[in-house]
């Protein structure tokens, strides 16, 4: 699959999580995330086992809460939503501190911050414990179409590519006493911007006739076969096992 491609979401590590192989990690965060949303609303108590199950998966990683909490910033605009429907939501209401809220508004609001914050941290935890080329061979041993991993895997490599041609453009123009203040500045940003677009068009040309030289055909070679016994499936799989009891006791009880 290529070379390894660190990422600022990995922390490198030695744990019990780190050594899993990625497949059982991605299987095991995809049925987790799956009872989550399953869960009733209602079932309150529930989300705060899983929350616990979850960081009881953080210190087996040796992921600090610290690190798990700042990442967890990135669902900010998911907050706010959540903030503004009992306002607008429609239905029977309630008065809190003088305030007018939609009870359905208010059932929603939790919903959405309960089961999106929670997958949200499994993803985290995920992408702590595994990295990027961990990832994709987790998803090729998967059988997801090769296409799309060899799509996701140029995505990742350009990705970093293109910001660091974007941080040379600016360092140039900075170097040449330039300094975007108004609106006068963005026919410059604009050249900058097409400029960027030719040469990554460029480069992507050049990368694809040098693989075509070396032999690619449509596939990208496995280099590292992954995989998993079954004590290391049951060892991931116990997160996501432990959450279906909780479900099924959130709608029964």
Same mark, same amino acid.
């Given at each position: 699959?290529?070379?390894?491609?660190? /990422?600022?979401?990995?922390?490198?590590? /030695?744990? @019990?999580?780190?050594?899993?192989?990625? /497949?059982?990690?991605?299987?095991?965060?995809?049925?987790?995330?799956?009872?989550?949303?399953?869960?009733?609303?209602?079932?309150?108590?529930?989300?705060?086992?899983?929350?616990?199950?979850?960081?009881?998966?953080?210190?087996?990683?040796?992921?600090?809460?610290?690190?798990?909490?700042? &990442?967890?910033?990135? $669902?900010?605009?998911?907050?706010?939503?959540? =903030?503004? *429907?009992?306002?607008? @939501?429609?239905? $029977? #209401?309630?008065?809190?501190?003088?305030?007018?809220?939609?009870? +359905?508004?208010?059932?929603?609001?939790? +919903?959405?911050?309960?089961?999106?914050?929670?997958?949200?941290?499994?993803?985290?935890?995920?992408?702590?414990?595994?990295?990027?080329?961990?990832?994709?061979?987790?998803?090729?041993?998967?059988?997801?179409?090769?296409?799309?991993?060899?799509?996701?895997?140029?995505?990742?490599?350009?990705?970093?590519?293109?910001?660091?041609? *974007?941080? &040379?453009? #600016?360092?140039?123009? $900075?170097?040449?006493?330039?300094?975007?203040?108004? =609106?006068?500045?963005?026919?410059?940003?604009?050249?900058? @911007?097409?400029?960027?677009?030719?040469?990554?068009? $460029? #480069?992507?040309?050049? =990368?694809?006739?040098? *693989?075509?030289?070396?032999?690619?055909?449509?596939? *990208?070679?496995?280099?590292?076969?992954?995989?998993?016994? &079954?004590?290391?499936? %049951?060892?991931?799989?116990? %997160?996501?096992?432990?959450?279906?009891?909780?479900?099924?006791?959130?709608?029964?009880?």
């Amino acid at each position: 699959m290529g070379a390894g491609h660190a /990422h600022k979401l990995y922390r490198h590590g /030695h744990s @019990a999580v780190h050594r899993l192989p990625p /497949h059982t990690k991605l299987a095991a965060v995809f049925a987790f995330v799956v009872v989550v949303v399953s869960t009733p609303r209602e079932a309150m108590w529930a989300f705060g086992v899983y929350a616990v199950l979850l960081a009881c998966v953080a210190h087996r990683a040796r992921v600090p809460a610290g690190f798990l909490l700042k &990442r967890l910033l990135i $669902e900010v605009p998911f907050v706010a939503f959540a =903030v503004l *429907m009992p306002f607008v @939501a429609e239905g $029977e #209401r309630v008065h809190v501190l003088g305030l007018s809220l939609s009870v +359905n508004g208010l059932w929603g609001a939790w +919903n959405v911050l309960a089961k999106g914050t929670l997958g949200v941290a499994a993803s985290v935890l995920l992408a702590a414990t595994t990295d990027l080329r961990e990832l994709l061979l987790g998803l090729q041993r998967l059988k997801l179409p090769p296409l799309l991993v060899q799509i996701a895997s140029f995505m990742i490599r350009y990705g970093d590519v293109i910001t660091d041609e *974007m941080r &040379r453009m #600016r360092i140039a123009r $900075e170097s040449r006493g330039f300094e975007a203040r108004g =609106v006068r500045h963005w026919g410059v940003l604009a050249k900058s @911007a097409g400029a960027l677009f030719i040469r990554s068009y $460029e #480069r992507g040309e050049r =990368v694809h006739l040098a *693989m075509v030289s070396r032999g690619y055909a449509g596939s *990208m070679p496995v280099i590292d076969e992954v995989t998993a016994t &079954r004590d290391q499936w %049951l060892r991931a799989l116990a %997160l996501p096992c432990s959450a279906l009891v909780v479900c099924l006791l959130g709608w029964f009880l």
